[in-house]
């Protein structure tokens, strides 16, 4: 079959849930038994989200393959249970680096270099690659920005020449608007839906579905009247009310028909029988939801705590994780830069500290992994929550004065953390860190041996900075035992402390790996001591 293409656009404000309508329509096509995967493009002009201010724009998330992509990514791949890499995320600067490095290389001699048709082309032809190499039946694209947005506008332009290429058998448009009410019982309005679909028809878009956000479901005559204004089938103009998790929002779009409709389209006939499939994932998306009043406490303490979005996988991981213990958890955000009373630390059943970048707030987190060592509070600790859970244990147990990372502070008499060797003659700053999957071997008769039950992991790392392995002999000798490692022994990627009720620290990043119904196996066992109080 040739792939079908379905594009996502945005209309009348970011923050409307692009993303979870892009990947809740994939989950309902994989349901379907239909190969899927979705592309998120970017029309920023960073070359990847790595040097972007995760309290801004939240959380950089780590592909397999070593990108640093937008959050959108990490949606898809729980949404479906997928690795997806990192060519899935298509910015501006990818697409013009490309086109202008070609232009250097002659590649289009004798021709003048435009917007039409060759950052067009590049755009079509990254997408239609992806289409091709991994023989996808069904391809979601979803466009970054709102229609209007100057930097968009080579995209959707290419998106509109794709749907004239592929065929419009081959191309669906949905378009994700806003119907406002003024309050809780006040008529949904249309207006900003009825401007948005006017803005990207003027652009040469007619969009198949609306996929319109609202507080309350849609009313019927909401519905009548926007597909009146806006070409749209009112059977197709499809409710996006707010719901309880972001993992009902596939049966909401099923119920309206959303699936009848595509196929039509599409010219599909005679779609297949889902009712396993389905049966699994209802029991996954009822797990994360039916057991809100068993709650565990958790303290997640860290520097970016201002905007939830900043540790978005980290959250997901420990939902996944509670549900499949039957419990839930209810996690309080705490900046370490305020923190003055470690005691209000003893309320919570466990302490997280996720990972993190530079001198702000890093002196709380040492206080507060300390702290949960000497209160023996179940610890996990990632990347920048390993590495400062080392130095919080040399200070307070190897009685290293001052020890620190050379991250945050040079010339140290007790450089605990430092620079990763080949880090030392790197000047750029983004796509430079250890990015992406690695092999991690795992010592016999240790916790994290008990945790993942194999010697070989294969886990997601985003750092500079690493164990100085000169100190090992004096940790171990006091208790505190580095229990897996990579890159042939080279670096450290666990430590643990056996007399400690549940103290972990991790180096790579085990949040980018869990999924509903498949939680990561160190969160999980987190979760499970933080639950034993
Ligand atoms: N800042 C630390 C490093 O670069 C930790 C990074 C992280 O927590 N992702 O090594």
Do not use: C
């Given at each position: 079959m040739h792939t079908k293409f379905i594009f996502v656009t945005g209309g009348v404000m970011s923050g409307l849930g692009k993303g979870v309508t892009t990947s809740s329509i994939a989950k309902l096509l994989q349901l379907a038994d239909q190969k899927v995967s979705c592309i998120k493009i970017d029309p920023y002009l960073n070359y990847d989200a790595g040097t972007m201010n995760p309290i801004a724009h939240g959380e950089v998330f780590v592909t397999d393959d070593g990108g640093e992509c937008d959050?959108?990514?990490?949606?898809?791949?729980?949404?479906?249970?997928?690795?997806?890499?990192?060519s899935h995320n298509i910015t501006t600067a990818q697409v013009y680096s490309a086109v202008t490095d070609a232009e250097r290389r002659g590649e289009y001699l004798g021709a003048c270099v435009q917007i039409i048709p060759h950052i067009t082309d590049e755009i079509k032809n990254r997408v239609t690659k992806i289409a091709d190499d991994e023989k996808l039946d069904f391809l979601i694209i979803e466009c970054g920005g709102t229609v209007g947005d100057i930097e968009s506008l080579p995209f959707l332009e290419a998106l509109r020449q794709l749907r004239v290429e592929q065929g419009p058998q081959n191309?669906?448009?949905?378009?994700?608007?806003?119907?406002?009410?003024?309050?809780?019982?006040?008529?949904q309005k249309t207006k900003p839906t009825q401007h948005s679909v006017q803005e990207l028809r003027r652009i040469g878009i007619q969009p198949d579905f609306l996929a319109v956000r609202c507080t309350l479901p849609l009313e019927e005559k909401t519905k009548t009247k926007i597909a009146m204004f806006t070409n749209v089938m009112p059977k197709d103009v499809l409710s996006c009310h707010d719901a309880k998790s972001i993992f009902e929002v596939p049966q909401i779009l099923y119920d309206q028909g959303i699936m009848?409709?595509?196929?039509?389209?599409?010219?599909?006939?005679?779609?297949?029988?889902?009712?396993?499939?389905w049966d699994k994932w209802n029991k996954i998306t009822a797990d994360m939801l039916n057991h809100e009043n068993n709650k565990i406490k958790i303290a997640m303490v860290g520097k970016y705590v201002t905007l939830s979005d900043s540790y978005v996988s980290?959250?997901?991981?420990?939902?996944?994780s509670s549900a499949?213990?039957?419990?839930?958890?209810?996690?309080?955000?705490?900046?370490?830069?305020?923190?003055?009373?470690?005691?209000?630390?003893?309320?919570?059943?466990?302490?997280?500290?996720?990972?993190?970048?530079?001198?702000?707030?890093?002196?709380?987190?040492?206080?507060?992994?300390?702290?949960?060592?000497?209160?023996?509070?179940?610890?996990l600790g990632i990347c920048f929550g390993f590495q400062l859970a080392a130095i919080s244990f040399g200070r307070n147990v190897l009685n290293l004065q001052d020890a620190n990372?050379?991250?945050?502070?040079?010339?140290l008499k007790?450089?605990?953390?430092?620079?990763?060797?080949?880090?030392?003659?790197?000047?750029?700053?983004?796509?430079?860190?250890?990015l992406g999957a690695n092999d991690i071997i795992i010592k016999d008769s240790t916790r994290a041996y008990d945790i993942y039950h194999t010697s070989r992991?294969?886990?997601?790392?985003?750092?500079?900075?690493?164990?100085?392995?000169?100190?090992?002999?004096?940790?171990?000798?006091?208790?505190?035992?580095?229990?897996?490692?990579?890159?042939?022994?080279?670096?450290?990627?666990?430590?643990e402390i056996p007399s400690h009720r549940f103290y972990l620290g991790v180096q790579f990043h085990p949040e980018f790996n869990s999924r509903p119904g498949f939680p990561e196996k160190a969160f999980t066992a987190f979760v499970k001591a933080s639950s034993e109080t």
């Open positions: 959050m959108d990514i990490g949606n898809y791949e729980r949404f479906l249970n997928q690795s997806i890499p990192k191309v669906i448009f949905v378009h994700v608007t806003l119907a406002p009410s003024l309050d809780v019982v006040g008529e009848d409709s595509i196929f039509t389209k599409f010219g599909i006939v005679g779609m297949l029988n889902t009712s396993s499939n980290v959250n997901h991981a420990l939902r996944h499949s213990l039957g419990r839930s958890v209810e996690i309080d955000w705490i900046d370490s830069e305020s923190i003055t009373d470690y005691g209000i630390l003893s309320k919570y059943g466990g302490i997280l500290v996720p990972g993190g970048f530079g001198t702000r707030g890093s002196e709380g987190i040492i206080q507060t992994a300390n702290f949960a060592r000497e209160k023996n509070i179940p610890y990372s050379t991250e945050i502070k040079k010339d007790y450089p605990l953390v430092d620079l990763l060797p080949e880090q030392k003659d790197i000047s750029d700053m983004g796509g430079s860190l250890r992991i294969n886990k997601r790392h985003r750092h500079r900075y690493e164990i100085n392995s000169k100190y090992i002999p004096e940790f171990e000798k006091n208790g505190l035992v580095f229990s897996a490692y990579s890159d042939g022994g080279k670096r450290m990627e666990i430590l």
